[in-house]
């Protein structure tokens, strides 16, 4: 299993970088997200940079997402009040 950083200690709202994730053998990919105050986050993908980003799930919580396995992913904070929000994605 692989594991990449998706966000770390953001306090603040915005895209984080993306993460090129590359599955091998897997169609299925897993991201943690980690909100220890308020704040929502979108977990998107694309297949490409030629492609717009996709909500693929949204989170208000601490949550484990089980998703389809996506080339490029990242997390969103599209609202934040306070705390610090972390991710990260596993995959095979």
């Known amino acids: 299993m692989y594991t990449k950083s998706l966000a770390s200690g953001v306090t603040a709202t915005g895209g984080q970088a993306q993460v090129q994730v590359a599955p091998r053998g897997s169609d299925e ?21 030629n492609l717009p980003w996709v909500q693929l799930n949204q989170v208000t919580a601490s949550a484990i997402v089980p998703l389809a396995a996506c080339p ?4 969103n904070v599209t609202a934040y009040t306070s705390g610090i929000v972390n991710s990260e994605v596993a995959y095979r």
């Open 29 to 49: 990919m897993v991201v943690q997200v980690e909100i220890t105050g308020t704040a929502t986050v979108d977990i998107e993908g694309r297949l490409n940079d």
């Open 72 to 75: 490029q992913v990242r997390v």
